[in-house]
Structure formats: C-alpha cells, structure tokens
C-alpha cells in the first residue's frame, strides 16, 4: 500500500514567501542572499520535528525583523501559530537607545523570553541560533579575532554571554542533535 504524500502545502507557500520578502538582499557582508540563512534555520528545525507549521516559522522568523513584512501579514498568510511563533523569534528595535545599549537590551530580552518560552518556540529559535553559530564558527577559522570586527558589539565576552546564555534558556532540548551541536560550538568558539 503506497504512503499518503506529505502535506507541504503550507511550507511551499512560507519558502516562497520568504524568498519574496528577502529578495535581493545579503547575508551581512557574506556575499551570499539572505534567504539561505532562514532555509538553513528550517532545515535544522525539521531534524527536530516534521510539523510543518514550525517549520514555515523557521523560514519566516526574520521577515518581520528584516523586511517590511507585518505579524498581520504572516497572520492573514499563514495563521496565528504561525504568526505567534515568528512573533517570538523578533526583536523590537527601541529607537531611543544608542546601537550598543540596544545590542545588550534586546539580548537581555531574547535570553529571558526564550528562559520561559514554549518548547515549539525554542525549537524554532535553536533552528535560527545554530545557523548564526555555524556561520561565526566558520567565520572565525577564517578570520580569526577579527570576526568581532564585523559586529556594533566587537567584544568576544559579549557574544560569548549571549550564546552560553542561548544555551542555557534552550538547554530543554539537549537531547537533540540541533542543540547538541549548538553547545559544541559554542564551546569550540568561546573556550579559545
């Protein structure tokens, strides 16, 4: 008896959606198109689970960040799950702070909102983590120290707060490859 074919009716829409919405746009300074960062950030996602209303997150997690894309678009599009777990994976820019102040507060944030997060909406945002890990582990191999250069916040010990920070609020999903492979990269980067 033949398999029921995967429903990914709702993904294919979410990819197309995103590649819409990051159209013409460069993973900063990479060289590359921005798409392949949240494409990488599904990917990672789906070895932890096959629902594919998270997934559809995953790919869509920085449009509203990153785009003229509104919560009220990925609702109307794609539903309030879908919605509700984009919702948590942005940050809000407060316009009165400098961009280092910023950088801190907004981190701040992220690490206490996913401490208490759900477990589908740390599942989305390790997705996004360890791509940003991967690309500064393979960034530093080639750069070295002045990888940090590329930041508003060029301390190393401030991204390494950060991400031992990300590992902590997601360590719920230490039994998985995505966040193991995070933990480990981590300590790679920052244990130099």
Same mark, same amino acid.
């Given at each position: 008896?033949?398999? +029921? ?7 294919? &829409? #979410? ?8 159209? /013409?746009?460069?993973r900063r300074g990479k060289g590359f198109p921005y798409i392949i960062h949240p494409l990488e #950030? ?7 689970? =096959? %629902?594919?209303?998270?997934?559809? #997150? ?12 509104? @919560?009220?678009?990925?609702?109307d599009e794609f539903g309030s799950r879908v919605a509700s777990l984009v919702a948590a994976e ?8 400098? $961009?280092e102040n910023n950088w801190y507060a907004r981190k701040k944030l992220t690490l206490d909102r ?11 945002? *390790? /997705?996004?983590? @360890? ?6 582990? &393979?960034?530093?191999?080639? +750069? /070295?120290?002045?990888?940090?250069? @590329?930041?508003?916040? +060029?301390? =190393?010990?401030?991204? $390494?707060?950060?991400?031992? /920070?990300? #590992?902590? !609020?997601?360590? %719920? ?11 480990? *990269?981590?300590? +790679?980067?920052? !244990?130099?």
């Amino acid at each position: 008896m033949p398999n +029921k074919p995967l429903d990914t009716a709702l993904l294919d &829409r #979410a990819i197309i959606f995103a590649v819409k919405a990051h159209a /013409g746009t460069e993973r900063r300074g990479k060289g590359f198109p921005y798409i392949i960062h949240p494409l990488e #950030a599904m990917e990672i996602v789906s070895t932890m689970t =096959p %629902d594919q209303e998270l997934l559809a #997150a995953a790919v869509l997690h920085d449009t509203v960040e990153d785009t003229d894309v509104t @919560l009220e678009m990925i609702r109307d599009e794609f539903g309030s799950r879908v919605a509700s777990l984009v919702a948590a994976e942005s940050s809000i820019i407060e316009e009165e702070t400098n $961009e280092e102040n910023n950088w801190y507060a907004r981190k701040k944030l992220t690490l206490d909102r996913l401490a208490c997060a759900t477990l589908e909406e740390k599942i989305v945002a *390790l /997705g996004d983590k @360890l791509s940003n890990m991967r690309a500064i582990s &393979r960034d530093y191999v080639e +750069k /070295g120290d002045a990888l940090w250069n @590329l930041f508003h916040t +060029k301390n =190393p010990k401030d991204h $390494e707060w950060y991400y031992r /920070g990300l #590992a902590y !609020s997601l360590r %719920d999903l230490k039994d998985t490859y995505a966040f193991q492979e995070f933990e480990m *990269l981590v300590d +790679k980067v920052f !244990s130099r």
